[in-house]
């Protein structure tokens, strides 16, 4: 699906012969193709960014946008951020009407300040402004430079972003030619000029009359992965450390240098640590009771110091503090694993659920995570070590089927984490409903839940009462109870929960003698999937999972099955879906079974028709009804 | 003053005096260490043993605070209140924190005491804009049973700098005191919002010129659905400095009604603003000397709305004029409000500038002249023997319709003559949908049929601003809500510019009815937005606030094919609350291979206390059970 983007968007790509062209700030100029499904448009865009030398670059910005509507609002948010080692210099920005008559216009001091608050200790300062407006369209202009200490991130060519059309725009790199840069374009195909200045080397792209694309819920983040040209270093320069970036190996050389040392523990905890595991027989018991250490006695606390997020603290500071970032926790259970004489290596990843992979050819610096990868013979173990509750050895979809790269002795090396199994994520469910003549009735539901289900579970049971009403509710789907217990009964590698409801009325309805039940007092699946037509994105579920359910109504004396529905079997290529029910006469009761598994959470647009039309079904199916009469 | 909260208000004045804090740093109680779970909210994941503050002043510095806390964690999720962050308003160095001290106190496996120290490198100072700066500091070795403890000290400039002091929190308090001694000349009111089901302890010395509360056991404040206002439950006190010693002798400070007017009208940031003369806009107004008094009103709030754009923030005080406002077209509320004062009244009408405290900010008190109760202005205009009340910053909403933002508060008109305190209610305009579907069963299930949503008034503005903000997803996100299987076609809507008409939205529907052997389901809850009861908890703190009162009528026309008859219709009933202020109805007809549905919901109060939550609660719960009962169809 890709490729169809790439040749819709080459469709419009005007000759590279773009030449420097008078702006023009007026809506009425704007052809009316670039108008189609946009609520902004780029008018006209002018980067260079010019690399000084390994130590110093500097970013020139000139943009002007036309705001069609409302919805294209973002566009008159303007913000950058700075930190130690990034500095904005000029800033002017201008507002003009419809006509294209300059209405107000706003300097670096208008611009309000505000440090960022992500993390608990960090350094980034954000420079922002809305612009107001009150009628649309409306265009804006925006020129700043900003000078970078620092060279490990190459700004990257954003052309495009949904929902907003380009008519002109172009950037330029200027590089000295013995550092010179690489370049990968991204869902787009472009191609720069070269040329020599000098001793420099000049890169230069051009894309013009670009038209308007969708933005797709559940897709790749589009900030990141829209059509782009993504620049990298060859070698760089951050803080006091240089580096090499044209191979994984040779960056991921750069980031282990940056803890040599920092390992050290010292030899009582050493001692404490190979006391712990003593008594275990394999490594990887070992690795579980350290690990199971660390989620009982240390805290995930956000803390973005230390040129600028990539050293971690020294293993006995986070030993002391008991707490850490992830980089800080990775590199203290490295460092625990060490002691025992356990090989383990930190590795960098994407974290973020529909985050996608970094390229393996093209070494760049798009990592915002950092994970634990024990090296093993058959299955190496991947640990998430900012999380008390994650399970061991399991990546969530925070992490799982990224490119990692392992920091190694001898250098990065670039390697795939571990595919979600649907088989890592199961909540299966038995529910017992004892029905009243009256409708009212308890129902007794037993999970049991794995991975991300346990995840879910866990917060349930730490929840407030309320809370967990609220869960119970809308989470879960059940009908809101009267009165209602959830009692926690084991965890071992599933979490056992026991939620017990009393209910006022538990069929969907009563009509004369008849009851209208349900085929579960909770829904098996109950989100509503974006629209599919015309999606062009894969779609990204959070994690493939497998559900079911038996669901028993022990029937009030003098009531029968007047008609249940016949068993039900969806398929999808990545689903399936089916249920039973049946009547036990001799027992008056009603069983009701139920199964579904989504197998894969990347879901190729071209099958998400299909993959939609399935959850749709399973949603209506679910609503069927039982019939019961009384005799 | 609703009945839950208590209000009394006192004046202190000065001797002198010196004290400390009454608890000493590094103290733990046997039953502090041995506390394992909160017995007033055993739910809780951790809880404030002490939370102490002691003011006082010295003639150099001010006005000097010292605080000290003390947090015990009971579960692991409330290891996160080990990090924290503190804050002091740096601009114009008009406070600063210092003498800071933290610490960890664990027990080691055989009960003895461990305690971890922060030295100064732990602590981060970090600038956050302009006026605030922050501390943040994250407690080391933090588990279940550890406590932590922090004191430190904030030096104000002036007694401006004095903090409201709530003894509660998002976790539960076991001990909260607070205690103030005021500087000569100065008089200082306070007022304390309380629950009575708490007891407050204060004692006021007369010799120390000091006043001391106390609060112990208080629950966590949660937050609920349709709250007015945090800011009303939380248990606090809140001070207001009255009288204060000048360079000149002492001077009175806003402590009546009629002074604050006098106040504000006299500040060239907000009263001046007035009496500008707005030459360019002379061409406009002198366009609409003709027209009505009615009409010249929506002019001057459409011609300001339209030409002048709000910047986001909120304010009473325009500290750039509305000069600057014609000039840049863009500027605060305080701003763009008070312009349209002053063009209204360059029309010929008679508009007051009026301070409000938006839905919420908070509840005003009527006995207290604080200014600062309020966070903006509005215009109040009288027509005839009617008031009307616009904000120019709000594009939605029209003029002779109350901003929902204001309902149900109190406002204040800042006139020397006209100047009163004004309770903001809406009786007559209320949120009104009203749904009507004609559709069409085929023989093999098919559904498909055409469906008129009118939204008037209330519902008119609230829609108009959710598609202008989001056309391209509007049918997805709100029309289609809830539905499965539902395909929505031909969308269309009217009336989107005239505000006096109901906002049109039309469009066809298609799907298929459920069915099981030889039954099929109607769904009647189709297009009404119903589908979830916003009270699901048991009990409430705070009064359920809905702004405007809310109608709702669906009529639902189901032309049935020759192969199937009714089995069973849900019944006719109409549901009421206790005292008949909420009201559903549902009527069903069946005739010839007709039926039709009429459901009509009736919210008739717009405010509603909290001991008649269980009322509302209930009724929510029945008249979503009744919205989901279906009509059963069996073939023939």
Redesign the interface.
Known sequence: MRKKIYSFVTTFLASALAFAQSISYDAASIPAALKEGAHVVKRFEEITYHVKDIDRATHNVHQVYTVL???GSDALNFYIHTDKQRTIDEVDIKLYDESGKQ??KFKKKDL????S?SG??D?VMFHYI?L????FPVTVEYKYAINTSGTIHYPTYNIQDP?ESVESSSFKAIVPADIDLRYMDQLIKITPTITMEEKNKVYKWTANNLKAYEEEEGSIDSRFYGPAVILAPNKFRHFNTVGEMKTWKAYGEWASDLMKGLDGLSEERKAFFINLVKKASSDREKVALIYKYLQ??F?Y?S?QLGIGGYKPFPAMFTD????GDCKGLSFYMYSALKAVGIKSHCALVIGRYNGGKVPENFPCQRFNHMILCVPQAKDSIWLECTS?TSEFAILGSFTENRNALLLTENGGVLVSTPESKASNNSMSSSTNISLQENGSGNTITAFSSKGDFKEYMNSVI?A???DQ??MI??DLGF??PDEFSVVKKAQEECLDVVIALNI??IP??S??S?M?LNPRVYKLWNE?L??SEGRKQDYYFHSPFIRTDTTIYILPSGYVAE????PVSLKCEYGTYSTKCTYLQEKNQLVSIARLELVQNRIPASKYADVKKFF?GV??ED?????IKKN | MNKFTLVFCCLLLYIGGFSQLKSKFGTVTLEESNLKQCSFDPEASAVVLLDEGFSDFDGTHGLITWFHKKIKILEEDGRKYADVKLRFYHDNDFEILDNLQAQVINLDENGRRKDSYLDDKSFFYKKLNKYWTEVTFAMPDVKVGSIIEYKYRVIAKHYGGLRDWEFQSDIPVMNSSYKLIVVPGHEVSYLVQYNPKYKVDYKHDKDEHSIWFAMHNIPALTDEPYMDAREDYIQKIIFQTTKYAGIVGQVNYMSTWKEVSRELLSRPDFGRQLKLNVNECNDFITSIQSKKDIQKMQLVHHYVTGNFSWNGEHGIIATDGIKSLIKTKNGNAAQINLLLVNLLREAGLEAYPMVVSERGNGKVNKDQPFIQQFNNVYAAVLIGDKKYYLDATDHYTPSHIIPYSILNSTGFIVDNKAGELIDIKENEIKYHDQVTISSTLKEDGELTGSVNLESSEYARSQKVHDYVNNKTDYVENYIRKGLVNVNVDNFSIKNLENDSLPLAQGFDFKTQVQATDDYSFINLNMFTGLENNPFIVNDRFSKINFGYKKSLFLTYIVNLPPNYKVDALPKSIKLVNPDQSVTFTRELYYEKSQLMARIKVNINRSLFDVNEYAGIKDFFKQMVNLMNEQVVLKKI
Not at chain 1, 320 to 323: D, G, L, P, Q
């Open positions: 509507d409302k919805e209405v107000t309000n300040r505000q440090a608050q608990i200790i350094d809305s107001p407006v009150s009628s929902e009982e006695n805290r606390v803390i002391e503090k008991k707490y008390n730490t407030k009462k309320d009403k609220k509710i809308r009908k809101q006022e009325k969907q309805f009509a004369g008849k209208f509503v974006p629209k008609s249940i529905p016949s749709d949603i209506s609503s069927h009804k039982l019939v």
